[in-house]
């Protein structure tokens, strides 16, 4: 019994065939594709050359798709950062004005706020089911002082349940 290989889809091109066979790689570049190919990992797919793919293939949007979320080059150096020397004679005063400022320095403010105590709370509707340790709803809290949504699970929203938390 010999074994075969059938394709349902005859490519008449060149220009198809090395169009299917670089979505069959998933759309790389170009110069990535050439250098893999021109390394001998390509040896088994039939008439896949390395002149066939610079004369018949075009650019892909699928490859320039692929490459949309990549971090813009230059944002994380690995180069290390020089931290610039500073002599008493270059120490300026503190200054008295809160003041927010656009220059980048290495002072620090500080400035006192009124603690109000106010927070604010708001208990879900019953959800549809129950959990495993018997919760049946939700409690919402959000402390206006320290920017900050809390949440905690409830049995029932009776009064000594929502006292509890």
């Not at 110069?31 to 293939?57: C, M, N, R, Y």
């Not at 150096?77 to 120490?91: G, M």
């Not at 300026?92 to 004005?97: A, G, I």
Request: glycine share 4%.
């Amino acid at each position: 019994m010999s074994q075969t290989a059938n394709n349902i889809y005859e490519l008449q091109t060149k220009h198809d065939i090395v169009t299917y066979l670089h979505q069959a790689c998933c759309s790389p570049i170009t110069s990535t594709w050439l250098k893999a190919i021109e390394a001998g990992h390509f040896t088994t797919w039939p008439g896949l050359t390395a002149d066939l793919v610079q004369k018949h293939l075009h650019k892909s949007i699928a490859t320039t798709k692929g490459h949309l979320r990549q971090e813009c080059q230059g944002l994380r150096s690995t180069q290390p950062k020089i931290q610039p020397t500073i002599s008493n004679s270059t120490v300026k005063p503190v200054m008295t004005t809160l003041e927010p400022s656009n220059v980048q320095t290495h002072w620090a403010f500080m400035e006192p706020i009124e603690i109000t105590g106010q927070i604010f709370s708001d208990q879900t509707g019953r959800f549809p089911i129950t959990s495993c340790r018997g919760n049946k709803y939700i409690m919402v809290v959000y402390d206006y002082n320290s920017n900050t949504i809390l949440t905690k699970p409830l049995t029932s929203c009776n009064e000594n349940e929502l006292l509890r938390m």
